[in-house]
Protein backbone atom coordinates (compact mmCIF):
# COMPACT_ATOMS: atom_id res chain seq x y z
CA UNK A 1 0.00 0.00 0.00
CA UNK A 2 1.62 3.45 -0.93
CA UNK A 3 1.95 5.81 1.80
CA UNK A 4 -0.30 8.82 2.30
CA UNK A 5 1.24 12.27 1.28
CA UNK A 6 0.74 14.63 3.81
CA UNK A 7 0.97 18.44 2.78
CA UNK A 8 1.92 19.87 6.56
CA UNK A 9 2.67 23.23 7.48
CA UNK A 10 3.78 24.13 3.61
CA UNK A 11 5.93 21.08 3.28
CA UNK A 12 5.04 17.61 1.77
CA UNK A 13 5.64 14.30 3.66
CA UNK A 14 5.11 10.84 2.98
CA UNK A 15 3.68 9.06 6.15
CA UNK A 16 4.48 5.37 6.67
CA UNK A 17 1.44 4.51 8.75
CA UNK A 18 -1.46 1.98 8.55
CA UNK A 19 -4.67 3.41 6.93
CA UNK A 20 -6.29 3.32 10.84
CA UNK A 21 -3.72 5.66 12.28
CA UNK A 22 -5.22 9.01 13.20
CA UNK A 23 -3.85 12.05 11.92
CA UNK A 24 -3.02 12.90 15.53
CA UNK A 25 -0.53 10.12 16.02
CA UNK A 26 0.95 10.14 11.98
CA UNK A 27 1.91 13.72 13.19
CA UNK A 28 3.43 13.05 16.42
CA UNK A 29 5.14 9.58 16.48
CA UNK A 30 5.54 9.25 12.60
CA UNK A 31 6.34 12.64 11.89
CA UNK A 32 7.97 14.17 15.09
CA UNK A 33 5.48 17.16 14.75
CA UNK A 34 5.04 17.27 18.19
CA UNK A 35 3.34 20.55 18.91
CA UNK A 36 -0.32 18.85 18.55
CA UNK A 37 -0.85 17.43 21.85
CA UNK A 38 -2.87 14.57 22.60
CA UNK A 39 -5.47 15.02 25.66
CA UNK A 40 -8.22 12.66 25.64
CA UNK A 41 -7.28 11.09 22.21
CA UNK A 42 -11.52 10.87 22.18
CA UNK A 43 -12.70 14.10 20.71
CA UNK A 44 -13.81 16.12 23.61
CA UNK A 45 -10.77 18.14 25.11
CA UNK A 46 -9.60 20.54 21.60
CA UNK A 47 -6.17 19.35 22.54
CA UNK A 48 -5.11 18.18 19.24
CA UNK A 49 -7.03 20.78 17.45
CA UNK A 50 -4.85 21.47 14.00
CA UNK A 51 -6.56 23.13 10.58
CA UNK A 52 -7.35 21.31 7.51
CA UNK A 53 -7.51 23.72 4.70
CA UNK A 54 -8.04 26.11 7.14
CA UNK A 55 -10.77 24.61 8.89
CA UNK A 56 -10.39 23.29 12.43
CA UNK A 57 -10.34 19.79 13.48
CA UNK A 58 -9.96 17.02 16.25
CA UNK A 59 -7.23 15.55 14.82
CA UNK A 60 -7.42 12.67 17.21
CA UNK A 61 -10.74 11.54 15.56
CA UNK A 62 -8.99 11.86 12.15
CA UNK A 63 -7.45 9.23 9.82
CA UNK A 64 -4.32 10.29 8.67
CA UNK A 65 -5.11 8.49 5.25
CA UNK A 66 -8.04 11.29 4.94
CA UNK A 67 -6.46 13.88 4.79
CA UNK A 68 -3.72 13.20 1.53
CA UNK A 69 -3.46 15.89 -0.69
CA UNK A 70 -5.24 18.67 1.65
CA UNK A 71 -3.20 21.62 3.48
CA UNK A 72 -2.76 20.58 7.15
CA UNK A 73 -1.17 23.37 9.87
CA UNK A 74 0.04 22.18 13.13
CA UNK A 75 1.17 24.94 15.60
CA UNK A 76 4.25 24.22 14.50
CA UNK A 77 3.27 26.29 10.91
CA UNK A 78 1.36 29.18 12.76
CA UNK A 79 2.49 32.57 12.27
CA UNK A 80 -0.29 34.72 13.70
CA UNK A 81 -0.99 37.55 16.33
CA UNK A 82 -3.02 35.09 18.63
CA UNK A 83 -0.03 34.08 19.69
CA UNK A 84 1.71 36.97 21.43
CA UNK A 85 -1.67 38.42 22.55
CA UNK A 86 -2.30 34.92 24.69
CA UNK A 87 0.40 36.03 26.13
CA UNK A 88 -0.19 39.43 26.56
CA UNK A 89 -3.52 38.35 28.43
CA UNK A 90 -2.09 35.28 30.25
CA UNK A 91 -4.41 33.58 27.97
CA UNK A 92 -1.89 29.89 28.96
CA UNK A 93 -0.37 28.61 32.33
CA UNK A 94 1.02 25.04 31.75
CA UNK A 95 0.33 25.69 29.00
CA UNK A 96 -0.39 21.91 26.83
CA UNK A 97 -3.84 22.97 25.83
CA UNK A 98 -2.24 26.27 24.22
CA UNK A 99 -1.66 24.83 20.46
CA UNK A 100 -5.02 23.10 20.58
CA UNK A 101 -6.60 26.55 21.67
CA UNK A 102 -4.67 28.56 19.33
CA UNK A 103 -5.22 26.29 16.56
CA UNK A 104 -9.13 26.25 17.24
CA UNK A 105 -9.40 29.86 17.74
CA UNK A 106 -7.92 30.94 14.13
CA UNK A 107 -10.48 28.07 12.82
CA UNK A 108 -12.71 30.25 14.55
CA UNK A 109 -12.28 33.44 13.71
CA UNK A 110 -11.88 32.15 10.04
CA UNK A 111 -15.77 30.64 10.91
CA UNK A 112 -17.06 33.78 12.41
CA UNK A 113 -15.87 36.08 9.20
CA UNK A 114 -17.74 33.55 6.87
CA UNK A 115 -20.76 33.90 8.79
CA UNK A 116 -20.76 30.51 10.72
CA UNK A 117 -23.67 31.29 13.41
CA UNK A 118 -23.55 30.01 16.54
CA UNK A 119 -25.69 29.04 19.31
CA UNK A 120 -24.59 32.00 22.11
CA UNK A 121 -25.76 35.21 19.95
CA UNK A 122 -28.42 34.25 16.85
CA UNK A 123 -28.41 37.19 14.65
CA UNK A 124 -25.03 38.63 15.90
CA UNK A 125 -24.24 41.71 14.11
CA UNK A 126 -20.58 41.31 11.87
CA UNK A 127 -18.12 42.62 13.43
CA UNK A 128 -18.87 42.07 17.47
CA UNK A 129 -17.86 39.14 18.44
CA UNK A 130 -18.96 38.98 22.31
CA UNK A 131 -17.24 37.44 24.70
CA UNK A 132 -20.45 35.11 25.46
CA UNK A 133 -19.48 34.59 21.36
CA UNK A 134 -16.22 33.73 21.52
CA UNK A 135 -16.61 31.05 24.72
CA UNK A 136 -19.59 29.65 23.03
CA UNK A 137 -17.23 28.73 19.46
CA UNK A 138 -14.39 27.93 21.63
CA UNK A 139 -16.11 25.12 24.25
CA UNK A 140 -14.41 22.62 22.51
CA UNK A 141 -11.51 22.99 23.97
CA UNK A 142 -10.75 22.74 27.63
CA UNK A 143 -8.30 24.49 29.64
CA UNK A 144 -7.44 22.41 32.78
CA UNK A 145 -5.58 25.60 34.34
CA UNK A 146 -8.67 27.61 34.49
CA UNK A 147 -7.18 30.43 31.88
CA UNK A 148 -10.52 30.74 29.92
CA UNK A 149 -10.78 34.42 30.88
CA UNK A 150 -7.35 35.25 29.22
CA UNK A 151 -7.84 33.36 25.85
CA UNK A 152 -11.33 34.89 25.46
CA UNK A 153 -9.11 38.33 26.05
CA UNK A 154 -6.49 37.25 23.65
CA UNK A 155 -9.46 36.12 20.85
CA UNK A 156 -11.04 39.12 21.37
CA UNK A 157 -8.25 41.44 20.64
CA UNK A 158 -7.72 39.97 17.54
CA UNK A 159 -10.91 39.88 16.55
CA UNK A 160 -11.21 43.94 16.57
Known amino acids: MPEPRLRINGEDHEA ?30 GAC ?3 VDGRR ?4 LALAVQYEGREITTIEGVDHP ?13 GYCTPGQICSAI ?32 SG ?9 GIAEAIQEVAS
Open 82 to 94: LQEAFVRHDGLQC
Open 107 to 138: GMLGEYAAGAPSAATEGLAPGSLTPAEIRERM
Open 141 to 149: NICRCGAYN
Open 49 to 51: TVL
Open 57 to 60: IVSC
Open 16 to 45: DVSPQVSLLDALREHLWLTGTKKGCDQGAC
